[in-house]
């Protein structure tokens, strides 16, 4: 979780919401490209203010998602619930995994 203090523009994060069931890829992929956000979909901060942080999020660049829901902290300064921070080369391997329709992250492994 990133707190509401850290954030700036320009810096890479996920979108980090409880795992969803897996689902077959099918239902959330279109013509390539994802339809919906799915735990750790990556994405860049395109406006830091904290009652309502916007995220522009990969593949979704053109959805109500990357510019019209905003994420906010339960209080000034607190943690932001649904994100947390990602390093430039997490973010572009996630990205290149979306790009190439694949989940975000890798499906857990059940052993």
Partial sequence: MIEATDLKIGQFVAFDDPPELVRDRQE???????????TGHPGIITD?????VLVNWCGLEDMYISFATGFSADYPGGPMRGL????????????????????????????
């Avoid at 992929?29 to 799915?38: E, H, S, V």
């Avoid at 830091?48 to 309502?52: E, F, G, N, V």
């Avoid at 921070?85 to 694949?102: D, G, M, T, V």
């Fill in 28 to 38: 959330w992929i279109r013509d390539g490209l994802p339809t919906t956000l799915f």
């Fill in 84 to 111: 947390t921070l990602l390093s430039e080369q997490e973010y572009q391997e996630r990205k290149r995994r979306i790009l190439a329709s694949q989940p975000p992250v890798p499906p857990p492994t059940i052993s």
């Fill in 48 to 52: 830091d203010s904290p009652q309502h």
